[in-house]
């Protein structure tokens, strides 16, 4: 079944071929004709080139959409259909501090409204207001003040993870046991779940839905999306559970108010002193729990695959890391000033971020009709960033594909290039907390292990290493 999503989108392409496309195509002519639209091609009726878009990110090259595009049109802006919407791509540093500067002034967040179905309080509000509540939330839990408290936890539970699930095999495939470490995390640190049979009990539905969210939005059996629904119904039944007995919990004092994101999205009134209904809740926690997973799983994966590769990026890791552990005490964890002097470290995952980004890159929806070097976007049109199109850029990176940490050293990339986290008002409020999590790990892993990849030319998603365990430094 997996390629089953791929044969309804067919079928549904015949139908909008003999009801929809003449009406579609004369009205597209009549507008096109009249304003001065970005070059580029838009694809097939109603479904553009969407099939195209989704295929390349699956093969794991999703910079060879934008780049065959760039270099047919224009390496700064050009027009295409995705998602069944006119789109405009900005494909420069200058595109992304436009559109990150005119965050709900010309543009906002959009997502398709199929996304609706797995996220339902969608439906009673705008996706602009949405994430405008879910970010008045956030700062107080993501910033870095308030992060500090956390580093202990981050420390003792990445090395709890190396001792339960690395320890002991020969051979490990590193994005699974990624994804259970940091999903753990988020469910210690999000909802304050220690069990890790209560996390496990999480972890299968979610991943069907990490897995499923970007899929084409066909919702009929067998399909990825409609996997993605039902898992997602699964889990909220789940956290509505949890959030019974927490209100239960704080009504008694049995439960801070400030212990974990849940409890504090229950506290906290709007600026009218209304409460967060559970839905909203509810899925605010499902997107904070994406979010806390799947990308900096996908990073951790990355930068163990680069340290195999590179040996001398490893060793100066490796370095770094002994001398921190040395200047602690027997037993003494790891505390927010020794996350400081992990500089080169983080250099390391930062250009392992910049060649293989978690998130390649997202949508905005334009406010009002607006002009960008001379080209008209209409209003309605959606917008789309990538980091793609400048992370391998030669002009904003030489020797693009050649792994230098040195890229991050002083005031690092120019601005508006290194856009892991997106950027403006929307930039990633996690990126604090993917530090911490990604650097914790960093600090016990070249410690604990040399590796080398089993199969040299197997994809990132499916690095298997073969451990080599090392005398650990307290």
């Known amino acids: 079944l997996k390629n089953m999503e791929f044969l309804f989108l067919y079928m ?81 540093p200058a595109g992304n501090k436009f559109l990150f500067s005119n965050e709900n002034k010309l543009v906002h967040s959009w997502w398709p409204s199929t996304i609706n179905k797995i996220f339902p309080s969608g439906q009673h509000s705008s996706s602009k207001e949405e994430a405008k509540k879910l970010r008045r939330m956030l700062p107080g839990f993501f910033k870095p003040e308030s992060l500090q408290r956390y580093v202990h936890i981050m420390d003792l539970m990445a090395k709890e993870h190396l001792e339960t699930s690395w320890d002991n095999n020969k051979e ?27 996390v496990a009990k999480f972890l299968e539905p979610f991943s069907k839905l990490a897995h499923g969210i970007m899929s084409i939005p066909i919702d009929l059996p ?136 978690p998130v390649q890159g997202s949508f905005r929806e334009a406010l009002t009709d607006f002009t960008y070097l001379g080209f008209s976007i209409p209003k309605g049109w959606k917008l789309y960033w990538t980091n793609s199109s400048t992370h391998k850029n030669p002009d904003y990176f030489p020797d693009p594909q050649k792994f230098d940490p040195s890229r991050f050293e002083g005031n690092g990339p120019a601005p508006y290039t290194f856009v892991p986290f997106g950027g403006g008002p929307r930039m990633c409020p996690g990126k604090e907390y993917a530090r911490l999590e990604i650097l914790a790990f960093m600090h016990h892993v070249v410690r604990k292990y040399k590796w080398k990849k089993v199969y040299p030319k197997i994809s990132t998603k499916e690095l298997q290493v073969r451990l080599h365990p090392q005398k650990m430094i307290t």
């Open 222 to 357: 067998g399909t990825d999306f409609n996997t993605a629904i039902k898992a997602s119904n699964t889990i909220r039944k789940e956290i509505l559970s949890i959030m019974k007995q927490r209100k239960v919990d704080l009504a008694e004092k049995k439960a801070s108010p400030t212990q974990d994101i849940l409890s504090y999205m229950l506290v906290t009134t709007n600026e009218d002193g209304e409460y967060m209904d559970d839905l909203g809740i509810i899925d605010k926690i499902l997107a904070l729990l994406i979010g806390g997973h799947d990308t900096v799983s996908s990073a951790i994966t990355s930068i163990v695959k680069y340290l195999a590769e590179l040996p001398h990026v490893y060793n100066e890791v490796l370095r770094e890391q002994t001398e921190i552990a040395n200047s602690k005490k027997a037993g003494e964890l790891l505390n927010w000033e020794d996350i400081q002097k992990m500089k080169y470290s983080w250099n390391v995952a930062c250009e392992a971020l910049r060649l293989d980004p």
């Open 12 to 92: 549904f392409l015949l139908v909008i071929l003999f009801v929809f496309l003449p009406l579609k195509l004369f009205t597209y002519k009549q507008k096109s004709q009249s304003i001065n639209l970005p070059l580029g091609k838009t694809g097939w009726p109603i479904i553009g080139e969407s099939l195209d878009f989704v295929s390349a990110r699956r093969k794991g090259t999703p910079e060879k959409f934008i780049n065959d595009r760039m270099r047919a049109f224009s390496p700064e802006i050009f027009k295409t259909s995705l998602l069944g919407e006119p789109t405009a791509v900005f494909c420069n």
């Open 172 to 198: 490990v495939v590193v994005l699974p046991l990624a994804k259970n470490l940091t999903f753990s995390l988020a469910c210690k640190l999000f909802l304050s779940i220690n069990d890790p049979v209560h």
